[in-house]
């Protein structure tokens, strides 16, 4: 039996607000304290194992009050991501889709059909905690995929390395270990016989594998020698000794931000090979002492988006997120490259601007007025208290509250004539708000 190592501390409000941020797109409303009453455990379970998918809130709609159409107008296929982010009752299964859509990044940029990347999203939601096997060879003939790693131009004639070297760079075995550039031009003609066909229709095309295309020469990978095609291709990356170390690190990374220890990977190791299952190594890391003791992790921006709109009951209710969202450098469907999105640029000099403004959109229609600011406190702790309520009182350092008290303190401190000193209190608590929300522990979990 594999044994990977448990956390055997306090399980309290603080550990399952981690695990939701780190597990899905942070806690709704009452979330973090249902979840802490149940234990590690059964908290785990109840995100890897979650039941049928139901919907919390209203319907995705434009500024207008239209309904998305995501195969249509550009960035609804964003906001049609993103509203499941925000409403799903499977939020371990949508953050899977989104490791998923990293790991194998594929990019509207190339593919060129919303159409053909919706329908990638869905097959990877599918199988997002089944076999890693199936969901490599499914991705492998993806329309999307052959079409960003040029799959279908890939012949006997004219093999093209696109695909065959993403495979066992970034999707099995990681850049330079246990593959030579003779394995790269070898999996290249094991993985000929694709083709489309353009028909009338956006987006109408007929993807298929003909024989005629294929190379059935005798081709040698990783020392072996076979008539290999594209489903060997997928099957000696797996069967690789060096396949089974880099799946679980990778997949570690996407949770945790510092390498696990030695025993610790071969544990994972061992309990992923057993059967390729994902769900088991999720579950394994999940239940980890390194996740819930370990360093805090930058959400990622989509990742971030999602939990504000949660923690304040909103839907996705505007085109501003589709936008906001290259600000803030995280645009579904848009990885940057290949290799996906760069987790050291989560917040950079630019990339914070846009979170920002994400903050300062997520809470807008919430802003107080003048309405409201006889009945707010104008003791500065008051309102910190308030603004650390709204945002569904998230757990904050002491140096994080002593700022922003400070803050409180010398803006309240201005007024100095009766009309600020009523005004001034919508004024601050609205901006310790937005204070709250960009502060560094909601960028991190």
Known sequence: MVSVAVYQGPFGREQAERLLWRAGFGPRPGE?????????????????????ERFVGAAPRDDKGRALAPTDVWGHDHLWWLDRMVRTSRPLVE???LVWHDWFATSLAGVGSQKLMLNQNKLIRRLALGSFDTLLRELTKDPAMLLWLSGTENTKWS????????????FTLGAGRGYTEGDVREQARALTGFRKDWRRGAGNVNFRFESDRHDSGEKRVFGKTGNFDWKDAVRLCLEHPKHGSFFVEKLWSYFIPTAPDAATRRSLEALYRKELKILPVVEAILRHPALHTGPRMVKPAAVYNAGLLRAVGRGVDTFAWAWLSGQSGQRLFMPPNVSGWNDERWLDTATFRGRWELANYASRPFALTEKEAA????????LVDGAVTFWGSPTLRQET??????????????????WKRTSYRYLVANALRQLVAV????QTS
């Open 95 to 97: 953050r899977m889709t």
């Open 439 to 442: 502060s560094p522990d909601l």
């Open 401 to 418: 509250r002593a700022a922003l008290v400070e803050f409180a303190t010398n803006a309240m401190g201005d007024a100095d004539v009766r």
């Open 375 to 382: 009945s707010l406190p104008a003791e500065p702790q008051a």
């Open 159 to 170: 093999p093209n390395e696109n695909f065959a070297r993403e495979l066992m760079e970034l």
């Open 32 to 52: 973090v304290d249902a979840l802490s009453r149940l234990g590690l455990d059964a908290a785990v379970r109840s995100l890897t194992r979650p039941g049928r």
